[in-house]
């Protein structure tokens, strides 16, 4: 009797571990090695022998399954160096974007952070390694519910989703830290600028013509003055718009 008092102590207090653990429950342990040599060759090719010196970021794309969340016929394909597609007309950017994206909004690990385009829920869930809440929305449903049922099966609990058009940002929720878009609008939403934090506050978008090299801009404060400064050209599918 007093073995099975033991046993189930120990079983509770593991249930509550879980519960208030923060980090994604996914193990590297727990995959092919062929994945995790991938990603591994990824992140060393990719990404460090460019200009990605963020450890922070390194270690989040070292970390995050990016082949779970491809469809299966494009696994052997996730660690290349070019996007996917993912349905709906929507891709999963290229790594070396998502690494270069989040390296510019400085993560440090306090942050609240507002992602526009769930997509796949990549970024969605490498911005969770880093930051301490991650707020995203995608104005395709079907997107936005696979997503969430991947990224909760993956362990991650500092996630909330929304549903709806992305140009009006989460008024809600705002004032943001950080505000990523991993869609292209010809000009800045107005809203996402207004919710981002009138001190601290940065954003990274792409801006620019449908289908056209668009400008990966990242926008922020200094000293009172609202800069945007141009990074380099890209490539995004278009921001839609619930009228669209």
Not at 58 to 74: I, N, Q, S, T
Not at 82 to 99: D, F, K, M, N, R
Not at 128 to 152: F, G, R
């Amino acid at each position: 009797m007093r073995k099975n008092k033991i046993i189930y102590i120990l079983i509770l207090l593991f249930i509550i571990f879980l519960l208030i653990d923060n980090s994604p429950i996914f193990s590297q342990n727990s995959e092919e090695p062929i994945h995790s040599e991938r990603r591994e060759k990824m992140v060393r090719t990719q990404l460090a022998a460019r200009d990605i010196t963020d450890p922070l970021v390194l270690e989040a794309m070292g970390k995050v399954p990016r082949h779970e969340f491809v469809d299966a016929r494009l696994k052997d394909d996730a660690y290349s160096d070019h996007p996917l597609g993912i349905g709906e007309g929507q891709t999963i950017s290229q790594p070396y974007i998502v690494a270069l994206m989040t390296q510019l909004l400085e993560l440090t690990g306090e942050e609240k952070v507002l992602e526009i385009g769930t997509g796949s829920g990549y970024q969605a869930a490498i911005l969770a390694e880093i930051a301490k809440e991650v707020y995203t929305i995608e104005i395709y449903e079907s997107l936005s519910l696979k997503a969430q049922k991947l990224l909760y099966s993956l362990g991650y609990n500092n996630i909330k989703f929304l549903i709806g058009d992305g140009y009006y940002g989460w008024e809600e929720e705002a004032p943001f830290d950080a505000i990523i878009v991993t869609c292209a609008p010809d000009h800045v939403p107005p809203p996402l600028l207004e919710q981002l934090h009138h001190q601290h506050g940065r954003m990274v978008i792409p801006v620019g013509s449908v289908w056209m090299i668009q400008n990966l801009m990242k926008i922020y404060n200094k000293e009172g003055k609202r800069v945007s400064e141009g990074i380099t050209g890209v490539l995004f599918v278009p921001m839609l718009r619930h009228m669209d």
